[in-house]
């Protein structure tokens, strides 16, 4: 995938759900440039590439692909080969051109750091120490988007951080709650109700835990190809 051009875009865009704090860490994150992808190149190789995902100082630099299930891609490659590596992939429930509450990517946390095998270097001190980290680049065929990391914890395995849509804003906040509760990062981001969210989850302890990422949107450009 490294053969794939990433362009770097401008900074202008559409600021979701800005706070009235103008001190607030939302407009640090919110002056980054957005990328995009050349989806032509992407879609020839895989038509279900869906989001190409960026993190800064992981090895996370992938397309996202969507199947029908959260199976296929549980075993197999980008180019659809059978491979116990996987790919990067979108919950089949989850759609980024039409958000939900909660959109979710799940990946293999493999050993060699690549697919979300590189997604654990967020619980480090290292990593948690730069200010710039915590960010998520999402390109799509119609928009870019940034995101800004607002939890990152383990958690024995479970269902309730993947919730993507939920019946009112009292069950949305309690899961907020909960969210910001298990963040073991400095972070101190401003989170509410009228936030859309991307959810990262990985494998730990050979499938017993999980690896998670909770990000929201702050940022988002139409993009003109």
């Keep these: 995938m490294e053969s794939i051009n990433v362009d770097n875009s401008n900074s202008e865009g559409l600021l979701v759900n800005p706070p009235e704090d103008k001190n607030s860490d939302y407009y640090y994150y919110a002056k980054n440039p957005f990328f995009q992808v050349s989806f032509s190149i992407l879609s020839s190789m895989n038509s ?13 630099k992938y397309p996202i692909v969507k199947s029908t299930d959260n199976d296929y891609y549980l075993k197999h490659s980008f180019d659809k080969s059978e491979n116990k590596a ?5 919950d089949y429930r989850s759609d980024l051109n039409n958000l ?3 959109t979710v990517i799940y990946g293999h946390a493999r050993l060699d750091g690549t697919m979300f095998g590189s997604l654990k270097n967020t619980l480090t001190d ?16 119609k928009e870019n988007m940034i995101f800004q990391i607002f939890s990152i914890y383990t958690i024995k395995r479970e269902s ?15 899961w907020i709650d909960e969210m910001k509760r298990r ?5 101190n981001a401003e989170v509410n109700t009228d936030d859309k969210f991307l959810t990262l989850s990985t494998c730990q302890n050979n499938g ?13 450009q139409k993009r003109v190809d």
């Design 208 to 220: 017993d835990g999980r690896v998670v990422v909770h990000a929201k949107l702050i940022k988002k």
């Design 48 to 60: 279900d590439t869906v989001a190409y995902i960026r993190i800064r100082n992981t090895n996370i």
């Design 160 to 174: 309730y951080y993947i919730t993507q849509n939920f019946y009112n804003s009292s069950d949305k906040q309690k």
């Design 183 to 187: 963040n073991v990062a400095p972070i």
């Design 126 to 141: 290292k990593w948690q120490s730069d200010k710039d980290n915590y960010v998520i680049f999402i390109s799509t065929p």
């Design 86 to 90: 996987g790919w990067i992939f979108m």
């Design 100 to 102: 939900g509450d909660n």
